[in-house]
């Protein structure tokens, strides 16, 4: 494994008025909505319309199959083993975790029982479909297989059965792609269908009334084809972990909940400390003169954040990217071995507190001053 030696200069700092905004410790809560440790079992519901056209004989999941990562089981472990199949999943979420998070899923195909169309003229939206294919799902299976974590309130979670069903993926194969003109974007408003996100439904009663769906039991993944459904899975899941759109990063870096133009989504030391998945170095403001060495933060979870001002949540994060693990691409081009840093502002806009800085051939550095200049764009 290679380390890196950093020395770290001392950094002079003037900070800038910042608009305040009220979030959580930034510290390690885990995770919000569902826990970040210890075993997730969730339900993937790959559905379909009965008049769906678009492109019906791809082999990557045909019109009336199943997908074929399904057919192959390597989309999502049934069971936890320890040894997870290579890029499922399991196999991201466990090496991302160290182990912690033991994510593990069943797929089941459900075809929709009525037409777009149909649902257009009935003026019937995400709710109805997603209660009908839910329907049809619970002849299928028995929901309480995924009621496994009672959730007392943010950050606070119960290992036992509480009636709610912890977790849903539906992944659409196709809304609105094989609709021309401009009749497809009207289609997905029609049908009450986001680009991603929320299923539309509450409260309804699967197993006979012994649980529920709630508007907290799951995301919705449209159009298989046009979007990467595995990269949406994970991020979607991502926000049942660090919370709403504020916590969006990786705009044109990397970040499990990850923004536009990611390079790749694998985590970034912002996040996997914030889960608990690891300890971080912290250089207090004021550090003269400090020799760090870092090992490879994919594989280790190593990784020094240099505090610029903790009251305004200001720091500088270091990673070593020696791409040892598969999942570790820092660039969308031709991926280079070396220290990567982020700058983090945490009361920054939504979608901006973290930033990709740029070299630009210097390997000494003295911050004198901060601020966002406008010209400054994210990830360049």
Known sequence: MR????????????VFPQKVITKTSDEQPGGIYLPAEGRVHVLFIFAQFPDDNYDPGNVSWKKNDIPLRIKENTWVDAEWTGSPTPYSLTDYFNDMSFGKLKFTGKSISVTAPQTRQWYIDNKKRLREIHSDILAIADKQIDFAEFDNWKRLG????LAEKDGIVDMIFFVWRNIHLDIGGEKPTETLNKLGFGWFGSTGVNNIPVDDGA??????????????????????????????LLGGNEYHSGYAFWAVLNGYGARSYMINSFERHRLGWSDIQTIPDGTALKEITLKDFITTGDAARIEINAKNSLYFYLENHQRISKW???????????????????????NKFMQLIPADGKYMWEVTGFEYPEYFKQGV
Do not use: C, M, W
């Open 3 to 14: 380390n890196i030696l950093i020395l770290l200069i001392l950094f002079s700092i003037h």
């Open 154 to 157: 943010s950050y606070n979670h």
């Open 211 to 240: 649980r529920k769906i709630s508007s907290l039991s799951g995301v919705t993944i449209q159009d298989f084809f046009s979007k990467d459904p595995y990269r949406f899975s994970i991020h979607e899941f991502a926000h049942y």
């Open 328 to 350: 570790d691409e820092p660039s969308a081009v031709k991926s280079e071995k070396g220290i990567y840093v982020l700058r983090r502002d945490f009361f920054a806009s939504d």
